[in-house]
């Protein structure tokens, strides 16, 4: 399975952005996709999660700024940013579940300025 990442950029805070993520190869049967970010010098954190059938799930830190959508056909996995934060500044992954295993897309870079 490969994952493409796109969407990042800088914006002001308060501002939005959309990350979207397409698994291609053997992209058949994904479960569950997600998105995570690593900032500088910290641990990778995992934001929000989404099943096949569009159970979400998100870590308080986003809930009720980001939302997580899937769309199987296009095996396409989106995380709609809003109210950004300077603290949200980091290198975004997206990341996939296909029969236990975990796939990792490449991560692409939001710069919140304040």
């Known amino acids: 399975v490969q994952l493409q990442a796109c969407g990042g950029g800088l914006v002001q805070a308060g501002g939005s952005l959309r990350l979207s993520c397409v698994a291609s190869?053997?992209?058949?049967?994904?479960?569950?996709m997600s998105w995570h970010r690593q900032a500088p010098g910290k641990q990778r954190d995992l934001l929000a999660s989404i099943t096949s059938g569009g159970d979400a799930n998100y870590a308080d830190s986003v809930k009720g700024r980001f939302t997580i959508s899937r769309d199987n056909a296009r095996n396409t996995v989106n995380l709609q940013m809003n109210s950004l934060k300077p603290d949200d500044t980091a290198v975004y992954y997206c990341s996939v579940r296909r029969y236990g295993s975990n796939y990792w897309g490449r991560g692409t870079l939001v710069t919140v300025s304040s």
């Open positions: 190869g053997s992209s058949f049967s994904i479960s569950i």
